[in-house]
């Protein structure tokens, strides 16, 4: 990235030297040709960068010179010393529910911008990104390969600035991140839909921003759809007096290309809550017929979670984050469960290069109509060497042990026989890994 950044900066400086041997410049000539670089540096600079969610292009961002290279990565290696490598209860509902923090595989997602501005300040972005991520315990059910390589995550388009009442309303098309939200300790997507289509973001109402587009999921990382769409909405940034609000209303369906018959009439809808106030949040959101996704288009299937999650600095070197979350799924069939977790992560900078975290994990799924219950654990170790000394900088070096079991009562049926199969592993697995956005 620095390269990149830098390569406009260098042709702008050769031509400067260039034009006179540095020998003989002055003093005000060198203090010029500083002024210059660093002007030059701001426009490279910028606050368009990386994020997990739809990029949000403010129409007064200072246009950059050049391509932008931004994007999100792990990778690294990890030995297991016992049953398995990564600790999870079977049928967790929480994303990762036992915690994030060496427990998670590798991968990364790497993205390219341009930015441009047109002769009347209408202000343009084009944005590609690839991911990498393609694991064995990632495969779909019955696939007998996985390629592991790039696929396309991003190829949209974008603009803002078009009219002088709403400068913000931003309206884009292609394929992109949509409406994808998070809590970061369990990495846990509790809203997600992206996929190909258009729409518009940031519509001023007043009180708030709306948002309204319409999307339809990618098939299997081909160019078209696969016959599931959902129409999805976002009211936010209600300022309620020291607490913001933000409102997700999202419909999904089918037409009649989708390859699942079962599918094609059912409808799915979701609505959640999400309430932040000095760092901390809290979440409330309702599916039918759908969980995380209005795509899931499952019939008679109802999922409610509430979820906590925040971040407190206790001194200038001590912080502490943490997730706990609740959730309730109804199916058609005799799975119907809930699912508790917690994860607390306190941390340590020794300086502003050195830090030490703890992360303590605890799930719970508990079934209704079959009588089981798994539970799991885990505790990381991390000691950290990273670009700053707070627990959100990166690039980060990381190298950790992560101990914890997993005690499932009920882990799925045996393949021709309604018998109940169980297990229970433990975890012991040390590994050395890098984390950085950008």
Do not use: C
């Not at 990364?108 to 990498?132: I, N, P, R, Y």
């Amino acid at each position: 990235m620095k390269h990149l950044k830098l390569l406009p900066i260098t042709l702008a400086v050769g031509s400067v030297l260039g034009s006179a041997p540095l020998l003989a410049a002055t003093d005000a000539e060198i203090d010029a040709l500083t002024q210059r670089i660093q002007e030059l540096e701001k426009k490279v600079e910028t606050d368009y960068v990386y994020q997990q969610q739809s990029i949000d292009l403010p129409p007064d961002v200072e246009v950059p010179k050049g391509i932008i290279f931004s994007g999100y990565a792990r990778y690294g290696n990890a030995y297991a010393s016992s049953d398995e490598r990564m600790v999870n209860a079977y049928g967790a509902l929480n994303g990762n529910a036992t915690g994030r923090l060496g427990n998670e595989n590798y991968g990364g997602e790497f993205q390219l911008g341009k930015v441009l501005k047109s002769d009347k300040g209408a202000v343009w972005d084009l944005v590609l990104m690839v991911d990498h991520y393609q694991d064995r315990t990632w495969w779909e059910a019955g696939s007998t390969e996985a390629d592991g390589g790039l696929n396309v995550k991003k190829m949209y388009a974008g603009v803002t600035n078009l009219f002088e009442s709403q400068p913000s309303l931003y309206f884009w098309g292609g394929r992109d991140f949509h409406q994808r939200t998070a809590t970061d300790l369990n990495d846990y997507f509790w809203v997600t839909h992206d996929g190909q289509g258009g729409g518009f973001k940031n519509l001023d109402l007043g009180f708030g921003e709306f948002n309204l587009s319409f999307v339809g999921q990618v098939d299997d990382d081909m160019v078209g759809d696969n016959g599931r769409y959902a129409i999805t909405s976002k009211l936010h940034d209600i300022d309620l007096g020291g607490a913001s609000l933000n409102i997700y209303a999202n419909y999904g369906f089918a037409s009649d290309t989708i390859e699942e018959r079962d599918s094609r009439d059912v409808k799915s809808y979701q609505l959640a809550g999400e309430l932040m106030m000095n760092g901390q949040r809290l979440v409330v959101r309702y599916g039918d017929n759908a969980k995380d996704s209005a795509f899931d288009l499952v019939d008679d299937e109802q999922a409610f979670l509430v979820s906590v999650d925040g971040f407190y600095q206790v001194t200038p070197k001590a912080s502490f984050a943490y997730v706990a979350a609740y959730q309730s799924l109804d199916v058609a069939d005799d799975q119907d469960r809930s699912n508790y977790n917690i994860n607390l992560r306190p941390g340590y900078a020794w300086d502003d290069v050195n830090s030490t975290w703890v992360e303590l994990g605890y799930s719970l799924v508990d079934y209704d109509k079959i009588d089981a219950t798994n539970k799991a654990w885990k505790v990381t170790v991390s000691q950290n060497i990273t670009f700053g000394p707070f627990m959100s900088s990166r690039p980060m070096l990381r190298f950790y042990a992560t101990f914890g079991n997993s005690d499932n009562e009920f882990a799925g049926y045996a393949d021709d026989e309604v018998t109940i199969t169980t297990s229970d592993n433990d975890t012991v697995t040390v590994g050395a890994m890098f984390e950085a956005w950008w």
